[in-house]
């Protein structure tokens, strides 16, 4: 029996359900009951009445947050090392210190963060969100975490300060795109429409014709007329994208535009997590209370 029987077989005995972020290996996705961003994975779960067991192929922050928002549910990551450095850039002992230093501003943490963050923050975003929750605020400055690419692009649309703890936080894979590599594929390309990811630079930005979470870059992909699209994020969107959209042509605009950590959850992985019921992830109660509150005003914002 194939491993992916095995797995379906598996999951079935112990009403799970496997839920695979985009950036996710093929082979992964197509195992998958649900594939999506955090927050739709993590809505997902929620949805699911069903399912006793979840497993959350994709990074740390992510399982933790479906374990926030699923008390009651067992929420497996199949990889202990798979952690977003990211969500590792912010540590709860730096918010702290700069919300002593600027008193009354609010602030607002991207979801790629660690739980014990999420519990010193107002209010979470997500990159799909993000305008919308700043724009929420009356404040014209705003605390923010951790990616300054992501605050940059917020604040040239909301025209509010963002002040980014840590100063200069980053995601190791978005950072790898540049844009001479989009202009050279466009010289190839020149009908080619271009898509990326507001973690990339504000370079990348200003090459784009579209600027948008993974979610969103789905729904453009499926909207525009273009028959070519060049996309700027994780190489894993481009599985769902083509079989989203067969008769498009997608191509990355860095080959190697590989995270490593999502890459960790592996078949063999899922599998070994839904047998032994492994690697649980637990939440101290205190700060899944706090950084529940975080993710539930972001959701309430969005209804
Ligand atoms: S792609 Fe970047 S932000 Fe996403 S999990 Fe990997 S390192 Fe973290």
């Known amino acids: 029996m194939k491993l992916a029987e095995k797995i379906d077989r598996i999951k079935k005995e112990k009403k799970a359900i496997i839920l695979a972020h985009n950036y996710q290996r093929p082979e992964i996705q197509d195992i998958a009951d649900y594939i999506g961003d955090s927050i739709e994975l993590s809505r997902k779960a929620m949805e699911e009445k069903e399912a006793e067991i979840i497993v959350f192929a994709a990074v740390d922050f992510m399982a933790e947050s479906a374990a926030i928002l699923n008390p009651k549910k067992k929420v497996l990551l199949p990889s202990l090392g798979a952690r977003c450095p990211m969500a590792q850039m912010l540590t709860p002992a730096e918010i702290k210190r ?39 605020f009356k404040s014209d400055i705003i605390l923010f975490g951790p990616d300054r690419n992501l605050a ?18 980053f995601c190791p894979t978005h950072v790898l795109f540049q844009p001479e590599d989009v202009i050279f594929l466009k010289k190839q390309y020149p009908d080619a429409k271009v898509m990326v990811h507001p ?46 959209n067969p ?36 939440i101290p109660i205190s700060i899944a209370r706090k950084a529940r509150k975080s993710l539930e005003k972001m959701f309430e914002l969005n209804n």
């Open 247 to 282: 008769n498009k042509k997608f191509i990355l605009a860095y080959d190697d535009a590989v995270c490593p950590n999502m890459k960790l959850i592996t078949l063999e992985k899922v599998y070994a997590s839904l047998k032994n019921e492994q690697h649980v992830i637990n």
């Open 152 to 169: 940059d692009y917020i604040s040239e649309i909301t025209q509010k300060k963002l002040i980014t703890i840590p100063e200069w936080g």
């Open 199 to 244: 973690e990339c630079s504000s370079e990348m930005r200003k090459v784009a014709d579209f600027v948008g979470s993974t979610s969103k870059m789905c729904n453009y992909a499926k909207r525009t007329n273009a028959k070519t699209i060049i996309v700027g994020t994780e190489k894993g969107l481009l599985h769902r994208l083509k079989k989203e």
């Open 98 to 136: 700069y919300k002593k230093r600027y008193p009354n501003v609010p602030t607002v943490l991207y979801v790629n963060t660690l739980a014990s963050s999420k519990a010193q923050c107002d209010i979470c975003c997500t990159s799909a969100n993000a305008v919308e929750v700043v724009k929420s």
